[in-house]
């Protein structure tokens, strides 16, 4: 393992980790997954105040908007939250999308999707997919701009914006302005090598990866193409597309495949790789300067065209 080459701070965890034998997340219950997930939230540092923050419910569905102004019609980011499909949520999730509402400018919307084992597939991506179709309708009426609007997805949450604009592409009227992948879940056959180089010892293990997989779409195939959208070859028209992978994150390899299959579709696409952390990192703000760094360069694109 070349944990010599981790951030200070990633290090430390990661070296915790393998102290305490590198635990299996298959001996825990999902109750237990779900509240080491709140557990890890003192990671990510300080919630910062914005100027309104809201929880509404419209369709069945619940929404917490970020609003950093009261004053003029903003940009909207729809950000769906990670967590393997089987965790996660508004709590796991405040420090980040706080701090992306402020540093954007933008109106930051989190979405409360179905988890699993309780819901398996398509829940989540139905869910997903009519909050950013609810969310265009509606947001005008919030002082949000409809004609500006970026999907925006960690883990199982950047597949959920993936296929999102992919089901948007198909069957809806509109386009996101852009979506923001960060270190995002493609391929549920689990198939590329960063899986075996990554996989075992830097906390998010292939193990936690492929649990949440088989949890959520445990009634459909891996190649499904809504479960592994990294193989679909219907992604040309896409929007503006950004990723973000981490160096030591098993799904490094199938991010940067993405980046690579969407500049061949001749979808405009970008893909920044940040060096020394892993899988999640974007939620470790208290430790990691990259945690930091990413947040202001997701900040800096959602104020594109603001």
Not at 30 to 35: C, D, F, G, L, V
Not at 43 to 71: F, K, N
Not at 87 to 97: A, P
Not at 162 to 175: G, H, M, S
Request: proline fraction near 5%; charged fraction near 20%; include cysteine.
């Amino acid at each position: 393992m070349t944990s010599l080459t981790l951030e200070p701070g990633i290090k430390k965890i990661v070296s915790e980790f393998i102290s305490a034998g590198c635990p299996s997340v298959r001996s825990l219950s999902i109750a237990e997954r779900r509240q080491g997930y709140l557990d890890s939230v003192e990671l990510a540092g300080a919630c910062e105040p914005v100027c309104q923050c809201t929880d509404i419910e419209i369709h069945g569905l619940m929404l917490r908007i970020y609003r950093p102004s009261a004053q003029g019609i903003l940009p909207v980011a729809i950000y769906f939250h990670g967590g393997c499909f089987v965790s996660g949520g508004f709590e796991t999730h405040e420090q980040q999308l706080s701090k992306l509402a402020n540093l954007s400018g933008a109106m930051v919307i989190a979405i409360r999707y179905r988890l699993a084992p309780e819901h398996v597939y398509p829940a989540a991506h139905d869910d997903a997919f009519n909050a950013a179709q609810l969310i265009r309708q509606h947001c005008a009426q919030w002082d949000g701009d409809p004609d500006n609007i970026s999907l925006i997805g960690d883990s199982a949450g950047g597949h959920l914006s993936l296929v999102t604009a992919l089901r948007l592409k198909e069957k809806a009227d509109w386009l996101p302005a852009r979506q923001i992948l960060i270190y995002p879940m493609l391929d549920a056959t689990t198939s590329s090598r960063s899986y075996q180089e990554y996989g075992t010892h830097y906390v998010i293990t292939k193990e936690a990866l492929e649990s949440g997989y088989e949890l959520y779409f445990k009634q459909v195939s891996r190649t499904h193409p809504e479960a592994s959208p990294l193989f679909r070859s219907d992604l040309a028209g896409l929007p503006e597309t950004h990723i973000i992978t981490a160096q030591f994150d098993p799904l490094v390899d199938e991010g940067e495949q993405l980046y690579r299959t969407l500049l061949e579709a001749g979808v405009p696409v970008q893909c920044r790789r940040y060096l020394g952390v892993i899988h999640g990192f974007f939620q470790l703000s208290a430790i990691s300067r990259a945690a930091r760094e990413s947040i202001a360069q997701v900040a800096g694109l959602i104020r594109v065209q603001s």
